[in-house]
Antibody, heavy 122, light 106 residues
Framework: QVQLQQSGPGLVKPSQTLSLTCAIS??????????WTWIRQSPSRGLEWLGK?????????DYALFVKSRITINPDTSKNQFSLQLNSVTPEDTAVYYC????????????WGQGTLVTISS | DIQMTQSPSTLSASVGDRVTITCRAS??????LAWYQQKPGKAPKLLIY???TLESGVPSRFSGSGSGTEFTLTISSLQPDDFATYYC????????FGQGTKVEFK
């Protein structure tokens, strides 16, 4: 059974960097079939896919166009986890952030973390 | 970006009703369409992928159909546990979600 455990601060100041980590159990961040994804949800913007990291003989990243200039998703193979960094945040980035596995073999988002409410406020 | 539009936004129904939710894509997405169920305070749960494939453990009263740009999620006989918000999601190009359909008690 795959489990994803999120950690990170729930309050970030405007213009600073939002950082979250997702620890994986039951699978590997270096899987050749899965992709490791961040999705956020807010009442005003709904569910938004932010990006993913995945390994297919080498590491790749894909990012949503609307955050591409501000986002980094990195794998950490030594700890079997992956992370999200979102720079220059504004109150519009306030949302529940989820780490999610995209399962491969045509299966999309099959395992989700517990969610972290991140509030952008001074 | 591919836009996903669900209808209706809210649906009032009773236990035992047959419920249908529609999802329309702004561009052709073949069968790369998934449906999720979300309850308050919880993460979305995968119900159906590749338009019509039922995820393991999901009751058979849920079904999906469609291809191209028009898709439907049907609940054949609504159960008390089914009152929730449902989202469609395309994975043909990047990933985008519909705005959600809330199924509430009539």
């Amino acid at each position: 059974q795959v489990q994803l455990q999120q950690s990170g601060p729930g309050l970030v100041k405007p213009s600073q960097t939002l950082s979250l980590t997702c620890a994986i159990s039951g699978d590997s961040v270096s899987s050749n079939t899965a992709a490791w994804t961040w999705i956020r949800q807010s009442p005003s913007r709904g569910l938004e896919w932010l990006g993913k990291t995945y390994y297919r003989s080498k590491w790749y990243n894909d990012y949503a166009l609307f955050v591409k200039s501000r986002i980094t998703i990195n794998p950490d193979t030594s700890k079997n986890q992956f992370s999200l960094q979102l720079n220059s945040v504004t109150p519009e980035d306030t949302a529940v952030y989820y780490c999610v596995r995209e399962g491969g073999a045509a299966r999309p988002f099959d395992y989700w973390g517990q969610g972290t409410l991140v509030t952008i406020s001074s | 970006d591919i836009q996903m539009t669900q209808s209706p936004s809210t649906l009032s129904a009773s236990v035992g009703d047959r419920v249908t939710i529609t999802c329309r894509a702004s561009q052709y997405i073949s069968g790369w369409l998934a449906w999720y169920q979300q309850k308050p305070g919880k993460a979305p749960k995968l119900l159906i992928y590749k338009a019509s494939t039922l995820e393991s453990g999901v009751p058979s009263r849920f079904s999906g159909s469609g291809s191209g740009t028009e898709f439907t999620l049907t609940i054949s006989s609504l159960q008390p546990d089914d009152f929730a918000t449902y989202y469609c999601q395309q994975y043909n190009s990047y990933r985008t979600f519909g705005q959600g359909t809330k199924v509430e008690f009539k």
